[in-house]
């Protein structure tokens, strides 16, 4: 990536590529990742990384907007001479709050939260985050299917965690996850949540945030799971039932909504009607691409660039966001639906 950056195959392929411009995805932010097995490092960047991405971004005359000038570009299909980047975080960390919205508030960018409503309460958690503490923590586990991990080296906690990554993902069914992790934890005397300091916006802080104009807040489902493996009522009532408790606890119905995980795995053409018939204006997965004239007609599961905490230089994320990457990632496809 860095070589095509540098080869200036980049910033020709912006003029070509780089469309109408890029959403943008985060997690957290925080100056300090604490992923002990490494395993969720990507979804951390620094504070400092995030204001270095916002003053590059403005330097390249980027506009910088909120989802609903977004998606008022996307739907108008005029070309405006400007390219816009629209910032969103997904999940609703509460570092969103006290590392990000100071760096937002400085440079004066809009940018959305996806909250899921099931995390805010404490109905789900963050299960990949726990299992990786689980599997720190533990030096042998069993899962109730049988299967056993030693996890005493790094290597085995780090084979043993993408194991389970599979067992939690492909053999436990969404509504099983949470019960079954539960369960592992009081194994090891451990408490299956998050420290306070990593945890979840709670409804007060989102009150505080969202009052901010530059602030959207969107929706993520209530109880984060994947939607394709749901039927299309859970499907239906997931989307629902978060935007319903957004719009009570926030004072205003989200337009927007993000589908958890978001992948080809988590969402394709029935999870983007589904968001449509539920009135959302917009829906984004978390697929690699730039922004493009004809996602006009595909404004329910439109792509993203997603800043990897792992590689924290901004060459990398220029290269993405001039398009260049977008034809590798969905073999030379520009515009992916479905
Ligand atoms: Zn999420």
Not at 39 to 63: C, G
Not at 220 to 227: D, F, G, K, Q, R
Not at 242 to 262: C, I, N, T, V, W
Request: aromatic share 8%.
């Amino acid at each position: 990536m860095r070589l095509a950056w540098h080869s200036g195959f980049a910033s020709r392929a912006r003029a070509r590529l780089g469309g109408l411009g890029s959403i943008i995805m985060l997690h957290r932010v925080r100056p300090d990742c604490t992923s002990p097995l490494g395993v969720n490092r990507a979804l951390s960047i620094s504070p400092a990384f995030l204001d270095q991405i916002l003053v590059s971004l403005k330097s390249e005359d980027i506009e910088l907007v909120s989802m609903d000038e977004a998606v008022a570009r996307i739907a108008s299909g005029a070309q405006s001479p400007r390219r816009f980047a629209a910032v969103t975080l997904d999940d609703g960390y509460n570092d969103n709050l006290h590392h990000a919205y100071p760096v937002f508030q400085k440079h004066r960018v809009p940018f959305t939260i996806y909250t899921a409503p099931g995390l805010v309460e404490g109905a789900v958690v963050l299960w990949w985050e726990i299992l990786e503490l689980l599997v720190a923590k533990a030096n042998f586990i069993i899962a109730p299917n049988g299967q056993e991990w030693r996890c005493t080296t790094m290597f085995e906690k780090r084979t043993a965690f993408y194991a389970l990554m599979r067992y939690f993902t492909e053999t436990l069914t969404e509504l099983q996850q949470i019960p079954v992790l539960r369960d592992m934890c009081e194994a090891q005397n451990m408490i299956c949540a998050v420290a306070a300091d990593r945890d979840i916006l709670n409804w007060k802080e989102l009150r505080q945030i969202a009052s901010d104009p530059l602030c959207t807040i969107g929706a993520h489902t209530v109880h984060h799971y994947n939607l394709k493996r749901l039927t299309s009522e859970m499907v239906s009532f997931e989307m629902r039932q978060s935007a319903d408790m957004l719009e009570e606890k926030l004072g205003k119905r989200p337009q927007h909504f993000a589908y958890p995980y978001g992948s080809a795995r988590a969402v394709g053409e029935r999870e983007a009607a589904l968001a449509a018939k539920e009135g959302f204006v917009s829906a984004v997965t978390t697929r690699h691409g730039t922004i493009q004239a004809e996602h006009r007609a595909h404004m329910h599961i439109l792509p993203r660039i997603s800043i990897n905490g792992r590689f924290q230089k901004l060459v990398y994320a220029k290269t993405m966001m001039s398009g260049a990457t977008t034809p590798i990632a969905n073999a030379g496809r520009r515009v992916v639906q479905g």
